[in-house]
């Protein structure tokens, strides 16, 4: 399945059962615990400079470890959590060699796939050191526990749902 077809499934989920999902206790909780994780990452991405080496890497050095196909992990679901979390979904690639999802101000995604998420380059970790790298890796797992929790429960309320009519 491309990613676009992904992108269509993921939009006609969300049209059919946006509020049903927003209404749901499990799914809202979970939604409000990943909005407090991603808040956590990113903010501990930022002090350690993480977001900043990343950044110099991409524009100054022409890497980026946001490859081309990295979308192929995306299910429709978990790119409905992204919907859910009011993420605009591109139309279309921004860079022809990148992640279809890496725009010009970084990834457009908020819940994000767990290779995404925990791939830190031999330079980060350098730069990190043990402590550092400890301390982003327990805030970094909470956001990927809490991805996988709401990948799941969407999915089973959808399925069950689906499963009714």
């Not at 979308?71 to 921004?94: A, I």
Request: net charge negative; hydrophobic share 40%; glycine share 10%.
């Amino acid at each position: 399945m491309t990613i676009s077809e992904k992108i269509k499934i993921a939009s006609d989920l969300f049209g059919a059962w946006g509020n049903d999902l927003w209404s749901d206790t499990e799914v809202k909780g979970l939604l409000d615990v990943l909005i407090e994780n991603l808040s956590a990452s990113g903010k501990v991405n930022r002090d350690l400079g993480v977001l900043a080496v990343c950044k110099h890497c991409d524009e100054e050095e022409g890497g980026s470890c946001c490859g081309a196909g990295i979308e192929n992990r995306y299910s429709p679901h978990l790119l409905l959590v992204n919907l859910l979390l009011g993420v605009t979904l591109p139309e279309e690639r921004c860079f022809a060699d990148s992640c279809y999802f890496l725009g010009k101000e970084g990834c457009s995604l908020e819940a994000r796939d767990v290779l995404c998420i925990n791939y830190l380059c031999t330079r980060i970790q350098r730069l990190l050191g043990h402590e550092s790298l400890l301390t982003l890796q327990t805030v970094t797992g909470k956001e990927m526990e809490t991805v996988f929790l709401l990948h799941e429960a969407v999915k089973r309320f959808i399925n069950g749902r689906s499963d009714d009519h």
